[in-house]
């Protein structure tokens, strides 16, 4: 497993990027955070195959309910991905296999390493 944070990283109602590489594998991840649950999803719009965050680090809706798409409006839901609102209606994001053990935020692979946190505050400083 790869450690990717700790669960108070994550502002309740928010969510962070991650970038993970290993043999074969190169992909921009997404965990959100609504309570003491984390969801973990490929940063893919099932739409258009472009990046949910437009905005660097932007991935969620201003009421912190729904991750969004900011190339097209679209919106999943925080606990199964499934497209409620946009051009993508009935398809969902791909999950990625997260868990919070202890406070700590991992991704359930292994062979992989982080490569960087993509978050709003990482943008804002440069």
């Known amino acids: 497993m790869l450690e990717l944070c700790s669960l108070d990283a994550i502002p309740d ?3 962070l990027g991650f970038a993970v590489e290993g043999p074969r594998l190169a992909q921009r991840l997404i965990v959100a955070r609504r ?6 999803y490929v940063n893919l719009c099932p739409h258009a195959l472009s990046r949910l ?3 660097h680090g ?3 809706d ?5 991750l969004y798409c900011g190339v097209h409006g679209a919106q999943f839901g ?3 991905g499934n497209c409620v609102s946009g051009p993508c209606l009935g398809q969902a994001l791909v999950s990625a296999p997260v ?15 982080l490569v960087d946190e993509i ?3 990482m943008s804002d400083l440069g």
């Open 13 to 15: 109602g928010d969510a």
């Open 35 to 40: 309570g003491d649950r984390v969801y973990g």
């Open 53 to 55: 965050d437009f905005e």
């Open 58 to 60: 932007e991935f969620m």
């Open 62 to 66: 201003d009421d912190g309910r729904y």
């Open 78 to 80: 925080l606990e199964d």
């Open 99 to 113: 868990v919070l053990r202890d406070g700590t935020v991992f991704l359930d692979r292994d062979g992989v390493a």
């Open 119 to 121: 978050s709003k505050v």
